[in-house]
């Protein structure tokens, strides 16, 4: 019963088979990495250092984030769909292990381009956060939600006829709550008051986009 | 046509009466009659989106493409809502606040229903085939479901807000004239009275289309 394997073991060779292929071309992480870069570096040359202003920064962190995130994670599923492997992949998994195995890729790929971004992003702009743990949670859960959110309108805007051009459109109100707590997550910890508050919310938003994408996955892939 | 005629009249009537019949609030002066407009503006949006959802997951339930008609025609007509809802606050904001657009979290969550339908409506766009279109835009619906409540719900709590809530706060129910109170149901229930007939309209075109395309795809 190859369709109903949706245990761990399928989760993880769609994981492998993920990082294979992009391995083998790098195109996605090139062009993800490439943008992100030119993200910060336009916004830092435009701004220079802002290290007494933890609102400026907060914004600007998450903006650069948001946008290498939306520039890149419809990648995964638009693959598929371009080079006709889709359905392939629909035989030998069920759609939830495909779902959760292109979501743990991409949440690899956020944390390959934030190892890169969020460093050069705090030496341009002169300023270490003052509590790492808080800020790292910020980032992580922060990231887990766009995740989320990202991998399941990519997997709607893939079957589409604009793809990439209408996901960053599309997935933008779903990801509207997330930017707006890491963002005060982010700003918070900088002037060093309490993230407690914008880490529930980044958790239970992220907790329920995982719930409703197992729930609405098996109704995405339906004519192949 | 007799029901149309009816709700016209009722809508031209109590417009009529916020003009002439009803008194100014102190403090709000001219701008008190943005009430009778905007809030049963932002409530068609609301009900309008409520009804898009609901019909979406239907859709996926039972496959019925009427469902689909359903929710797309009540997306469409919840944008224009939804539209009149923003503009009317905007100038009310830019005549008691100073300026057009601040942020306010009520301004965030409306500006958000936008995007939510603005997206919707252009993934609608995308896909050709009725049924794949119905099924995704379903799925979005369902997504967007999930964050809504997130925005209308959260954010007021986290960020500090201007808004008037004459509805909510109940001190505000108490200073509101009886004749205010009056003519602003009444127009409350006009306004929902017009989404449904528009929707009505709007879910028949619909369904004539849908019928054209396959007797024309049946002959050809």
Known sequence: MPANRSSSGAVWAIVRKECRSEWRTRYGLNAALLFAVTGLASTSFAVGR????????AALLWIVLLFAALASLSHAFVREVEGHTMALLRLVASPTAIAIGKLLFNLLFLVVIEVVTVPL??????AAP??????????????????AGATLVAAIV???RGRGALFAGVSFPLLLPVLAAAVSGTRAQWSGASVAAELRLLAAYAVALLAASLLLYDHLWEDG | MIRRGLLLAWIAGWIAAAFLWAPLVPVLGETTRVLYFHIPAAWVTVLALGWSMVNSLLYLRRRDLEHDHQAAAAAEIGLLFCV???????LWAKAMWGAYWNWDPRETSIFFLLLIYGAYLALRSAIDQPERRARLSAVYSAIAFVS???LIFVVPRIYFSLHPDPLINPRGKIDMDPRIRVVFFALLLGFTGLFFWVQSLRVRVARLERRAEERREGSG
């Open chain 1, 130 to 147: 003052p509590r790492w743990p808080a800020f790292l949670g910020v980032l992580a859960l922060g990231s887990l939600a766009l995740g």
């Open chain 1, 50 to 57: 802002l290290g007494d202003r933890p609102d400026v920064l």
């Open chain 2, 84 to 90: 009149v809802a923003t503009v009317s606050g905007a």
């Open chain 2, 148 to 150: 809504v409540p997130f």
């Open chain 1, 121 to 126: 992003f705090l030496v341009l702009m002169g």
């Open chain 1, 158 to 160: 893939a079957q589409t």
